[in-house]
């Protein structure tokens, strides 16, 4: 049995605590549920009895899904993210061609239905991505017994910041998507300091833009050099 199932809300990613995990020598899995049914789900997950954490994303409805799945491990996490870190994902995986509007609405929906898991019962614990990476080392104490957590390093991909840019642009002034993630935050279990969530401010656009526009102009010089 895992000693933790870790269900991505949504379009929550899994690879930042896939690589936190790994570097931590815990041992994980990945299960893409899109297409299998609840006992496909139970028989990937008691396929590997030595492992330690599972990490299930593609679940559509949880409600369905949560009770049986919650039986097969010691702590049930259900992952979810901030509309931007859903909708940048979803932007650079798709590259770009999934609609934002459908993704913010998909979830919204994920994320209530996440929280009214998590309010009917004590068994499963609501966990905000951005807030286990920023504080991996309670998160992992927490769950799976390890004091201090492995340094991870950010991201670099250029592709993955202009998901975060256009992600960032599409959101402005959404205060819906981000009042939701601020009563997720309210309810769920939190290792850091609860801080309220607006939406993106025009400073802050304006900085990524000229970061952005800076990462890009350096990607295009290196390009050039190796083609030449």
């Not at 139970?42 to 330690?52: N, S």
């Not at 650079?92 to 996440?114: A, F, H, L």
């Amino acid at each position: 049995m895992p000693k933790a199932i870790v269900v991505a809300v949504g379009d929550t990613p899994l690879n930042p605590l896939n690589d936190l995990l790994k570097q931590n020598s815990i041992s994980s899995k990945v299960i893409d549920a899109t297409t299998s049914s609840v006992d496909e789900i139970d028989k990937l997950i008691h396929a590997d009895d030595q492992g330690q954490c599972v990490l299930l994303k593609g679940i559509s409805s949880l409600s369905q899904h949560i009770p049986r799945i919650a039986d097969a491990t010691e702590k049930l996490v259900l992952l979810y993210c901030s509309p931007a870190t859903a909708l940048a994902n979803a932007l650079e995986t798709s590259n770009g061609t999934v609609k934002p509007e459908q993704v913010i609405n998909r979830w919204q929906d994920s994320v209530s239905q996440s929280m009214a898991l998590v309010e009917e019962s004590e068994l499963y614990s609501l966990c905000d991505l951005n807030d286990v990476l920023e504080h991996s080392s309670l998160f992992l104490k927490d769950f799976f017994a390890i004091n201090k957590a492995a340094e991870v390093k950010p991201s670099t991909y250029t592709k993955k910041q202009f998901a975060d840019h256009l992600a960032t642009l599409y959101l402005f002034e959404q205060d819906d998507a981000f009042a939701l993630y601020d009563e997720a935050l309210s309810i769920g279990k939190l290792f850091g300091e609860f801080t309220v969530h607006l939406g993106p401010e025009i400073e802050e656009l304006k900085s990524k833009h000229k970061i952005q526009r800076k990462q890009i102009m350096i990607y295009n010089v290196y390009s050039n050099k190796v083609t030449s």
